[in-house]
Structures are given as C-alpha cells and as structure tokens.
C-alpha cells in the first residue's frame, strides 16, 4: 500500500512538470513569430529603400557616364582642333617702339614716334614660306612713311638648302639681318656706321641661296645672295635693295659662318658690284619720283659724279651667347675705285673707302640674387667707330667715334625698358660732341 | 646685247636650283615618323639656336599651327638645317598644351 502511493505521488508529479512544459514553449513561439515578422516588414522596407537608392545611382551613374562622353568628345575635338596644322598655314609677328631722346648737342629733346613693324608668313606645306615685314613710322616732319622692309618667298629645297627670291634682308654681317629688330637689339640703336646710312647694305632684291650644313659634330652655315646691288646717289653708295637695276651688273653678296663651340658663331662676309654713275639712274624718272627725300641725316657727297666704279666690302663679326653673357662684335670695310670720272679730262677720282665696327657685351643678371626684379636687368656696354677716307666732305660728316652704356630692364622675354647714354665723338673739328639719355620700350609679338 | 646674253646663264641656273628645289620639297612632304628622343633633341636646338639671337619665348606663345610657320621662317633666317628645324617644332607642339 505505501509503495503505491509513493508511484502515485510520482505520477502526479511527473503529470505536473510535463503539462508545465509543454504550456511554456507554446507561449514563447507566439512572441518569436511576431518579432520575425516585424523584422520581415523591416528588411522588406530596407530593401525596398535599398533597391530605390540603387536606382537613382544607376540612373546619376548613367547621367555621369553620358556627361563624361560628352566631355570626353569636345575634349578630343578641342585636341584635335589645336593639333590641326592646315596646308596653308600662316603667323603673324613683328614688333613696335616708342621712346624719348635727351641731347646736350644740336638735337633738341623729343619723344620718338618709333617704329610698328608687322611681319607676316604665309606657309604652304613644306614646299614654300612667304613672308614680308613692312615697317611704319611718323617722319620728323610728321608724315606716315611706310617702308617695305622684305618680301621673300622661301623655297625650301632640301635639309640643308633654301631658295630666297624676291627682296630680302641682306646677308652681310649679323647686325642688319639677324639683330636690328628693337626687341632683339640690346641697344636702343644701330651701333655708328651699321643701319641704315651706314655701310652695312640693308637688303637687296635678287636671289639667295642659304641653309646649314653639319660637319661632323659642327655646324657651318652659308648665304650667297646675286642681286641688283647697290647704287651711288646724293647720299652717298646707297645699300637698299632696289626694285630695278640702274646697270646690268648684278651684285654678288653673302655671308659664311662656322661654330667651332655650340656657343660661338665667326663669320666672314663679302660684297661685290660695280657702281654705275647717277646719271643713268636719273634718266629713269618713274623710279626717281619713288626716292626719298628725307635725307636730314644722310651725308652729302660728290659720289654722284663717280663714272663707274668697283664696290667692294668684306668683313668678319662673331657671336658668343652662353648662359648670360651676350658677346658681340663685328668689322666691316667697303671700298670705291672710281674708273672714269671725267673721261674727256682723264679725270680718275679718288678712291673712297670705309670702316665701321663695334664690340658690345651684355650680361644678364639672372641668377645672381634671388630678387625678381635684378634678375631682370641686363647691363650692357658698346664702342665702335666709323670711318671714311678719300673725300674731305664725307670724312667730316661720317667719322665718329661712339661709346654706349645702357641698363635694360626685361619685362617677359620678348618685351623689354631700355634705357642708355650715348656719347658721340665726332672727328671734325667743327661738329660739337653729344651725349644723349636714351629711353625706349620695345614689345617683340 | 651682249648685256642681256650675259645674264642668261644666271636665269638658267636659277631655273635649275628651282626645278631641282621643288622635286626635292615634294619628296620631303612624306612626314617622319616622331623618334622618341625627338623631344629631347628638340629642346636642347632650342635651346641653342634660338638663343643666338634673341630670348626665348614661352613655347605656349604660339599654336602648333603658328609654330610651324614660325619655325620655318626662323630656319630660313637663321640657317638652321631642316631635320633640326622639325626637332625644334615637334619640342615646341609638345610643350604647348
């Protein structure tokens, strides 16, 4: 009897902790199916939002995307635009000045109109090369004067040979051809004796044969020019190229350099050509009308009643550009032997010569201070003289001797503010010295 | 007469240099290809021709299109030789961007 009823009290017990267990789970199931679906709902509305932000990406990404495309083809366009170089092509450069000019001598104080200078080239493939400067600028007396400086056309016939028809710069010496521009000269003039009423020859109408040759390591250049030549006039051998020749003569005129170093350039030059008499040339009337008149400056002489004569120039000059320094000199000398003069009397004139010559050095002062505004500065000195002999009148208006020094100031490499004192020593007795403070602002475009 | 006999054999020769010149610049029309030291050797004539005379201007002064004209009219003045004369330009196209 008591042992059933310890089973029973056991069966009991069983009978409670199994209907405990099996209530309890059932409530907790209820609570976890309803957080499952309240996260269900959540992750759905994630998605949904998800899904809408992965949308409106694609659709910017696909506006981006379309965007740089057309970026991408103007870009490309643009490029292609700028690397286009057309069969004819062309460039317009050139340069201008202006200044101001202070004397303790004849000349009075004055503001100087200076010169434009447009030079245009005109290109057609790799065949030929045009180009022409003319040069404009207010005469003392206030007229326009425009001056065809060179008109060229450049055949260029190989590597190492080009062929210059028409009127070109002339080849002799390097001042004339290469410096004269105001932007490139480091002075604020022509060095006495060079320019024009000077005896370099300023251009020449005809043809020219130039280029560079390498030998080895070195480079040799040469530029051999037949042209109508120079002419005698009431000023003197007039060096400018003329549009007819007064003589069927032509002149033989050229230049050959070497650089024995990178930096330095020697060259030799050479003119020859006979001179023929005025006279002829005065019978020509529509060229006369086309002289000019303005010769103020130019010396007067008695070449005019020179018959026939040899002209005959030659000359060296050298250049020596490395790092700042700007080295430069060049020699010229020219001479006249008349042939008839007077034939009837056996008149034989006397025989005329000239000399011209100058040095110059200018250093750069780059580099020397860690200022801005030194290193812009450019000292620079020249000394040169010109000399003529065989004519009493020619001697005393030509022979100077004449000392530079200047300071320029750089204001980007092709514009620059110089400024000079000019000292003129003049050989004839009767001509008072001069000093001049020179000022000029020259802009090479 | 005998003046204008005299200057025959000039015109001749310069129709032969000009003959010859264009047969020559036709046959240079067909470009090079650009080496790659073609830069390298463009910057230093650069360097050096241009320098001879005047300073340097910046290489963004001028297009391509200028540029090849103005190296052109340089060459001729300056008697650059022609295959340095384009090493020069295809330096300066490059640096104009």
Known sequence: MRAISYWGVAASMATAVASASITAPLYAQDIDQAQLLERLNSLESEIQKLKQQLKETTKQAEETKEVAKKADRKASKTAKSIDIVRPNSWHLAGYADVGIEFSDGENADTFTSGKFNPAFHFQYK???????????????????????????????????????????????GQFQERLHPSWINRMTNAPAGFGHGGIQPISEVGLMLRGGVPLGEKLFTYSVALGNGPRSGHDGVELEG??????????????????????????????????????????????????????????????????????????????????????????????????????????????????????????????????????????????????????????????????????NYWVSPSVVVKSGLEFRNYYADEREDDTRLQLQLSYGF | MRKKTEFIPFLLLAGLVGALGFSAATAQTTKTKADPQQFARGAKAWAKNCARCHNMKSAQDNSDEEWHVDVTHMRVRANIPGDVARDIEAFLKASNK
């Open chain 1, 126 to 172: 790799d065949l030929v090369l045009f180009e022409s400067e003319f040069q404009v600028e207010t005469s003392s007396t206030g007229e326009t004067e425009v001056t065809l400086e060179y008109s060229q056309l450049d055949f260029l016939l190989h590597d190492n040979a080009v062929l210059v028809a028409g009127k070109f710069l002339s080849p002799v």
């Open chain 1, 242 to 407: 003329f549009g007819r020749d007064d003589n069927s003569n032509k002149a033989l005129s050229g230049r050959l350099a070497f650089f024995p170093l990178d930096d330095l350039e020697i060259g030799g030059s050479f003119l020859t050509a006979k001179i023929a008499p005025e006279a002829e040339e005065a019978a020509d009337e529509h060229d006369e009308a086309e002289e000019e008149t303005d010769d103020h400056d130019e010396p007067a002489s008695e070449l005019a009643e020179v018959a026939e004569g040899d002209y005959d120039l030659w000359g060296f000059d050298m250049a020596y550009t490395r790092g700042n320094w700007d080295i430069r000199a060049e020699y010229l000398t020219a001479d006249l032997k008349g042939l008839g003069g007077d034939s009837d009397h056996d008149e034989v004139p006397e025989p005329l010569s000239w000399k011209a010559w100058y040095a110059q050095v200018a250093y750069r002062l780059s580099g020397v201070t860690e200022s801005a505004f030194i290193h812009r500065l450019e000292p620079v000195v020249r000394y040169g003289r010109f000399t003529a002999e065989g004519d009493h009148e020619l001697e005393e208006e030509l022979n100077e001797k004449r000392f530079n020094v200047g300071l």
